[in-house]
């Protein structure tokens, strides 16, 4: 990776950081508040504009379920102001003390501003589970 | 929209028209045949490269099943030579003269590359069915 996708790369982690940690204020420093921002949910419909992007968060936060996530298969691609990102994320979500793992596909659009990330769209989907690269094929 | 958003989104148009037709070569007309090129089919896992994505529309224009795509809310976002544009696919699919219609999200970006606006990345998921805009609420 060049310095410059590298920067994207640890912005992207910072996002997934964020809502590992339901950190929403972290999520306002990272998302550039703009009418067309753009946030898809795995299995939901597009929430247009950073306000009903934010409103998203907070629920999620709010909610009574939390999820750790680890973005594996990171590409970035860098043109001009404009980069994204294309990654597996591999969830574990805890409900009422019970935990259960899955998979998704995410792109990641960010925009540079001041010198900063800032992330404009995330489009999230579920994927098949597929199995870590290291495990030998004994986890799926 | 511009003149620039107008041009982006007849792109995203004949990307449709040409998975409606199953038309292969329209397809390697308007995808940018980069190694970074990226394709996701609704719950699918990611298929990058564009000799894979291309071997992804073979094998499903090659197959039993037909399908009809409209792009609805169309919402095209431009910074310099990078576009992207969001929308909702509604689906009809025909397999052994048996008819299903479906919905999808779809996030696509275009590069400018000698003035034309190629594909580099496509990402549809599966959304819960939405009734059309005019429907009255008759129609789910």
């Known amino acids: 990776m060049t310095p410059e996708q590298q920067a994207v790369a640890t912005a992207n982690e910072a996002f997934y950081d964020a809502l590992t940690n339901r950190d929403l204020p972290a999520m306002e420093r990272l998302w550039f508040p703009a009418d067309w921002a753009e946030c898809v949910h795995p299995g939901g419909v597009a929430l247009r504009s950073w306000d009903e992007v934010r409103d998203g968060w907070a629920l999620i936060f709010t909610g ?21 990102v294309s990654c597996t994320e591999r969830l574990a979500s805890t409900i009422d003390g019970r935990m259960t793992t899955s998979a998704a596909h995410a792109t990641n659009i960010f925009v540079r501003h001041d010198d900063e990330w800032r992330l404009v769209l995330h489009h999230a989907s579920p994927v098949p589970f597929v199995a870590p690269p290291d495990s030998g094929g004994l986890v799926n």
Chains 1, 2 share one sequence.
């Open 64 to 84: 009574a379920s939390t999820v750790m996530v680890a973005a594996t298969d990171v590409k970035v691609h860098l043109v001009g102001d404009i980069a994204w």
